[in-house]
């Protein structure tokens, strides 16, 4: 089976900036529409185009599975590439969200199928049945919100952010999950209240920096105050961790770990998924009841991943999660490297230079950066400038 070269489809998400993706693409800069995010894969809702043909990928893969994925992953993965691999531009914050387990996936998806609602309404939970792991990699500085601080952290913000103060006894009668309990089901009179006097207090976004929490909440006033109503995920904006990512560094987000992406341009390779549960900064459907009996509430000290070199020209982001790899190959001019055939499929992503096969067969560059290459199928590149490619693959088998 031949590789693939195919074109990823850009995604006019709000949120999203006006000219990372379009510089990228090599499309005029900065964009009409705001361009959030790049996906490289076979996903219903923006599958891969395949160059040359009147197909895209997730046809050519449901027409042969077990070619195109390999029979392993094709039997494990229901005849689905089981990640989705994307380009992120973040302009604007995005909403707190929390993923399920695969087996609470399977639990809520069989429920909402039987009851309702229907799978698109804007109130469904699980539109799938499956989990949603996900690695973020910063290409620039990047900023996001990632899993609860400790309790002294969260106690010193009771003791010192205005108006505060009355949810310390909750605190200690309750800990920290009823106390994230509390803001949740609060009702919006009392959010708005709590709310007031942080508020009045902070001053323009430009007096502090992007690692002062100050920055943040003053960013979610301007993007989600309204008509004197503030939004509940502000509380999670003082109670979970800020994360700094300088380019090359990566979080895995796992199940029942709030987060949050804030600002800056990443990588993330995903399980292929659409099941969100959402705790605010949003205008969306929140499920209290659902997002606080999968939320981890416990402390997280956030890991920072680097890649790491495993003796076959390629360095490796570690993470858990079977649903999918991330590799990144620097190559220097005149280089070469390889993608050797394994039990599963791959997806290339050139991010910068020029790549040529060595059969002359395929050409990755600014203008064709994306190749699928089936399972079992080996290939070999010469850089032909200093180059930066991105592999996704499926984990562990």
Known sequence: MPIIPFAGVVQNYAWGGHRYLANLLR??????????????????????VIAGSSQNLEEAIQQDPGTLLGTKVAAKFSNKLPFLFKVLDVNDMLSIQVHP???????????????????????????DD????????????????????????IRKTLETVPGWADLLT?????????????????????????????VASLGPESNYTRDQTEFWAARAVTQYSKDGHHDRGMF????????????????????????????GVCIEL????????????????????????????TAVNPKKLVPEPSGDGWLHYPTPAPDFHLSLAQIHNGGSVTVAGDDGPSILLLLKGAL???????????????????????ISFNALTETVLYRASVGQL
């Open 356 to 378: 040529q096969s060595v059969d002359g067969q395929v050409e990755l560059n600014e203008k064709a950066r994306t190749v699928f290459v089936p399972a079992n199928e080996s």
């Open 101 to 127: 387990t695969k087996e609470a996936a399977e639990k809520g998806f069989a429920a909402e199928e039987e009851s309702g609602p229907d799978r698109s309404a804007p109130d469904r939970n699980y539109r």
């Open 170 to 198: 909750v605190l200690d009668r309750q800990g920290v999950k009823g106390l994230y309990q509390r803001v949740m089901e609060a009702s919006q009179d009392r959010v708005d209240e709590l709310l007031g006097k942080l």
């Open 236 to 263: 999670s904006v003082y109670w979970f961790n800020i994360v700094h990512l300088t380019p090359g560094q990566g979080v895995f987000q796992d199940a029942g770990i709030p987060h949050a992406y804030l600002e």
């Open 270 to 297: 995903m399980a292929n998924s659409d099941n969100v549960l959402r705790g605010g900064l949003t205008p969306k459907h929140i499920d209290v009841p659902e997002l606080l009996d999968k939320t981890i509430t």
């Open 27 to 48: 499309q005029t800069a900065p964009s009409e529409q705001p361009q959030a995010e790049y996906w490289m894969g076979a996903h219903a809702k923006g599958p891969g």
């Open 130 to 153: 499956n989990h949603k792991p996900e690695l973020g990699v910063a290409l620039t500085d990047f900023y996001l919100l990632h899993g609860f601080r400790s309790e002294a952290e």
